[in-house]
């Protein structure tokens, strides 16, 4: 296991009622920039509830509304602008990955001189930010209690994750009945992506991270039980509520510190959402059984054997045998329960047309992965998935 320093100063308050605590963000100041979406908020009355706790504290609310979901660095410049304009003190984000991306980089836009796309792309230049407070509404990103932020240009085809200590919300209220009225369409894909990161942190070839491994198969074994549950029964709070605490350590550094590797599938998917804007969780679950079938050979047999036995609970001494049913397990589960779609064509893209450069790019990103990954590989990745 290798050295590490886990730090998470994210306060998390978790469950019912815990909505009230919002009051506390006047101990950061008296101006807050109010980040949301596409109106989810609006329609599930979550808007008035913040609004009205923010405003009995004596707060004032700017608000930038219309955050889309893979967030473009225009909502970031526009929510900058307003905190510089007004001398705001601080940024809530109410809603999913994308509004709490983008508020991460607002709140270090506004205290930076230049343009917000040099913090995305340079993420040593993150060197404050105003602190950052979010109410999570989507399980799946984890942004909620990690360092990354994910920002897109979609006219020059770029989408990058970003990152820094400073990104790590102050607080972050998280209350599984505000994710009842997510689609079963998103309550997939957030349940694939979660499912995503906590892969990318188990295939490592660290050795002796053994509890590292343990917490993934049972970040993985939740997220399979409750996935299917939460699409069936929208409003039920248990599967909710352990999807929701899944999201969050999935990406905090629990699975991860110790035992890291190079991510690869996120890097592949990422150039998709770029090009296509496809949901990103939907491009992870399409990429991930044809990245095992290419990562599968004599010398990770054994590991994706171990995820076979520990996850699905499949028997068997050849681990060979193990881990290519784990795999079709894997895509089953996807395909047959989670009800994403099994091919890029299904989520329209057509045609190879951007394979090549998408794939040199993704290349850069995941190079010191579990297992090497050439550009020529990723074209395969993408071919066999199209
Ligand atoms: O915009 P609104 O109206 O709020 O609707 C959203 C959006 O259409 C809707 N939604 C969210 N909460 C809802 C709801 N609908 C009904 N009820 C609710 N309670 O869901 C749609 C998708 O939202 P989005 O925020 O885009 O989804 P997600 O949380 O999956 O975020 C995806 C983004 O995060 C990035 C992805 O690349 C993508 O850009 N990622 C961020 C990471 C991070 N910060 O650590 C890591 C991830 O790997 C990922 O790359
Ligand atoms: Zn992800």
């Known amino acids: 296991m290798n050295n590490f320093t886990h730090s998470i100063p994210t306060k998390v308050y978790f469950g019912k009622g815990q909505i009230k605590h919002l009051a506390e963000l006047k101990e950061s100041g008296s101006k807050v920039l109010l980040v949301y979406g596409g109106g989810s908020i609006k329609k599930n009355g979550l808007y008035n509830k913040v609004y009205s706790i923010l405003r009995t504290a004596g707060l004032r609310i700017y608000e930038l509304p219309g955050v889309e979901p893979n967030p473009r660095i225009e909502s ?24 709490i991306d983008a508020a991460k980089v607002i709140a270090g836009g506004a205290l930076y001189g230049g343009d917000p796309w040099s913090l995305v792309i340079h993420p040593r230049y993150i060197l404050k930010a105003l602190p950052i407070y979010t109410v999570l509404t989507l399980a799946a990103t984890g942004s909620e209690m990690d360092s990354f932020a994910v920002i897109s240009d979609l006219s020059k085809h770029e989408k990058w994750g970003t990152g ?75 599967a909710r509520a352990n999807l929701m605490w899944a999201s969050s350590n999935a990406i905090n550094g629990l699975l991860s510190d110790g035992a890291e590797v190079a991510w690869c599938v996120h890097p592949m998917e990422h150039e998709l959402s770029a090009y296509y804007d496809i949901t990103h969780g939907e491009g992870l679950a399409i990429l991930t059984p044809h990245w095992m079938e290419f990562a599968l050979n004599e010398g990770t047999a054994a590991k994706f054997a171990e995820y076979g036995r520990n996850v699905w609970g499949i028997a068997g001494e050849d681990d060979m045998e193990v881990a290519k049913a784990a795999i079709e397990r894997t895509r ?32 850069e990103g995941s190079k010191g992965s579990f297992v090497p990954l050439e550009k020529d590989d990723i074209v395969a990745i993408y071919r066999a998935a199209l």
Do not use: W
């Open 76 to 99: 970031v410049r526009e929510g900058v602008k307003i905190c510089k304009d007004n001398k705001v003190n601080m940024v809530l984000a109410v809603g999913g990955g994308s509004v």
């Open 164 to 238: 820094s200590p400073l990104f790590k919300p102050v607080m972050s209220i998280c209350d599984p009945e505000y994710t009842f009225s997510v689609s079963p369409k998103q309550t997939a894909a957030g349940t694939a992506d979660i499912m995503s990161h906590t892969f990318e942190n188990y295939f490592t070839n660290v050795e002796g991270g053994y509890l590292q491994a343990r917490f993934c198969e049972g970040v993985l074994k939740t997220c399979i039980k409750y996935g299917p549950i939460a699409i069936a029964e929208p409003d039920n709070y248990d």
């Open 332 to 363: 089953e589960f996807f395909v047959n329960e989670l009800h994403i779609p099994a091919t890029l064509r299904e989520v329209g893209i057509e045609d190879e047309k951007y394979f090549e450069e998408m794939a040199a790019k993704a290349a």
